[in-house]
């Protein structure tokens, strides 16, 4: 159950064209219990960038992987300061007012709208904008876990903690990544100091799914449940180009549940779909909510029905 094996994926030529066509994806959340699985491009639109799009970090950076960040100190500070540099993007919840976000409210025979939402992303604005019992499927930059005890903490206990152990610390990274790593050279890195577990001294690490990690195996089986329990699969700003959701569009297809993507560019999910609609997200969300009647503030279309618990 590999996270992310997958760095780059090159589009079949046989792969389905996209549509521009929004109506099965109004007749899919107007039948109600539509799963929603979303990606970097829910993301994006709020500001924070992505890996495999247009300009995407990877043509740049490295995502750190479980193997590098566990095999020294070296590779910790220079990840921690990086991270807490890029951590300022994130923490703030600013990007979470300007995110999409799928339609709520119900639908035909009192069925919610949604059945439950999956996110791939690791920054939080699903439940910063509102939505409720979101399964993370790769954890969040939110908390903090202690590799020898187990114990959880707030990320913004440690970064409270990051700052007294290095005052002054303030340099300007050329871009920030999806991770929440800044760029950074090894000379702003400089003598970074790392704080160790407040309970135990032991290692700390952000509560995500790091390159070449395993996601938690009950994680993963309560989405499949989600994917099971579900009319039909809504795939939102995603390229699938990993394993760790393509596993849930190939289940909803097996199952012959309809799978429906939005994304403006081709997906490793495509010769599964009913449609992928390339559209940009944003104004995708809102022409359905528009054809559906739910009402559209100025942040988007209405937030989600509340998902299914995920403990």
């Known amino acids: 159950m590999r996270m992310r094996p997958t760095l780059s994926w ?24 539509v799963l929603v699985l979303s990606g970097a491009g829910i993301s994006t639109e709020s500001g924070i960038p992505d890996y495999r799009g247009e300009g995407g970090s990877l043509s740049r950076h490295t995502p750190m992987t479980y193997q590098d960040f566990t095999a020294g100190a070296p590779a910790r500070r220079r990840y921690w300061a990086r991270s807490h540099l890029g951590w300022r993007t994130f923490g703030g919840g600013a990007a979470a007012a300007r995110a999409p976000a799928p339609g709520g409210g119900a639908a035909g025979a009192g069925r919610p709208v949604l059945a439950g939402v999956i996110t791939q992303n690791v920054d939080g604005l699903h439940p910063a904008a509102g939505s409720e019992d979101v399964v993370e ?49 090894d000379e702003q890195v400089g003598d970074f100091r790392v704080v160790p577990c407040a309970i135990c001294g032991g290692i700390l690490k952000p509560d995500v799914v790091f390159f070449g990690e395993n996601v938690p195996p009950r994680r993963v089986e309560h989405c499949r449940a989600l994917v099971r329990e579900a009319t039909s699969l809504l795939v939102l700003g995603s390229s699938l180009t990993v394993m760790s959701g393509l596993r849930f569009v190939r289940q909803a297809a097996e199952a012959d549940k309809p799978v429906l993507i939005v994304n403006r560019d081709p997906t490793r999910g495509d010769r599964h779909a009913l449609a992928r609609v390339s ?14 009647g739910i009402p559209v503030g100025d942040d988007g279309p209405g937030r989600p029905a509340a998902a299914p618990p995920t403990s």
């Open 10 to 33: 090159t589009p079949a030529e046989d792969l389905p064209p996209g549509t521009t066509d929004l109506q099965p994806v109004a007749d899919a959340l107007a039948a109600g219990g």
């Open 279 to 292: 559209v940009p997200l944003g104004a995708a969300l809102t022409g359905v909510a528009d054809r559906l």
């Open 137 to 185: 499927l790769h954890g969040s930059l939110d908390r903090v876990v202690c590799l020898s005890c187990g114990a959880f903490s707030p990320r913004r206990e440690l970064a409270r903690r990051l700052e007294e152990a290095n005052p002054g610390f303030d340099p300007v990274a050329a871009g920030i990544n999806p991770d929440g790593d800044a760029d950074l050279t």
